[in-house]
């Protein structure tokens, strides 16, 4: 799948960027632990929990711990309190911003893509796909 400029200029070969899609194991394990943040759990009930290969769940959480999303005491896991904090304060800030404004649909965004002006060159989303 292709991505952005602007996400393709954040890569950095010597911390590459951990993706936490929902289709990804460490996605699944990210938003399970995140979702149950005042708990924590063993690598088995993870498993158990979001139906990924048992094989991947240890290095997966390894990954996630070294970028600072978990963290681990003994045989049990669970979200960094740091993490939970800033996740937290995101979705309150959006849910406050929603309750404002009344959110906007996915057509509603579709729509201003369209003809939104790139800021850097100037150009609609359309003029540039006619490019």
Do not use: C
């Amino acid at each position: 799948m292709p991505i952005t400029e602007d996400e393709f200029r954040t890569i950095n070969e010597d911390n590459p960027v951990i993706d936490l899609a929902a289709d990804t194991t460490q996605g699944m394990i990210y938003r399970h632990l995140l979702e149950n943040a005042d708990k924590a759990f063993r690598q088995r009930e993870i498993v158990d929990a979001v139906d990924v290969p048992q094989g991947s769940v240890g290095p997966t959480l390894k990954r996630l711990e070294q970028r600072g999303l978990v963290e681990h005491r003994g045989r049990y896991w669970k979200i960094a309190d740091a993490e939970h904090a800033t996740a937290s304060a995101g979705l309150l800030g959006a849910a406050a911003v929603d309750e404002i404004d009344g959110g906007f649909s996915d057509d509603a965004v579709d729509e201003w893509m369209e003809t939104a002006l790139d800021p850097i060159d100037g150009r609609r989303e359309s003029d540039r796909k006619g490019a």
